[in-house]
Nanobody
Framework: QVQLVESGGGSVQAGGSLRLSCAVS????????MGWLRRAPGKEREFVAA????????YYADSVKGRFTISRDNAKNTVYLQMNSLKSEDTAVYYC??????????????WGQGTQVTVSS
């Protein structure tokens, strides 16, 4: 079993930045692809970003490309999402997820509880 705990959400004005963290326990962290996904009010959950085992491969949704950066520290069992130039449409609950396969969608096996990000214009 894999446990994921997100932190770092909050409220910020448009144009601002936030850094989300996700601490992972229960299995060998470096064996897992990690992803960030989000669910905006009234919308389906959507893919935001993913990162490979070593951190060398990174993938982003078009809506966040150039503004968000996913990274991981395998020594700390933690994955991060640096969010810059935030827009009101980035308002959502953000979820950290893990799987032994790479998904550029929402099919991850393990999920955190989510952290709220609210961007005001």
């Amino acid at each position: 079993q894999v446990q994921l705990v997100e932190s770092g959400g909050g409220s910020v004005q448009a144009g601002g930045s936030l850094r989300l963290s996700c601490a992972v326990s229960g299995r060998t962290f470096s064996n897992y692809y990690m992803g960030w996904l989000r669910r905006a009010p009234g919308k389906e959950r959507e893919f935001v970003a993913a990162i490979g085992w070593s951190g060398g491969s990174r993938y982003y949704a078009d809506s966040v490309k150039g503004r968000f950066t996913i990274s991981r520290d395998n020594a700390k069992n933690t994955v991060y999402l640096q969010m810059n130039s935030l827009k009101s449409e980035d308002t959502a609950v953000y979820y950290c997820a893990a799987d032994t396969r790479l998904w550029l969608g929402t099919n991850y096996a393990y999920w955190g509880q989510g952290t709220q990000v609210t961007v005001s214009s």
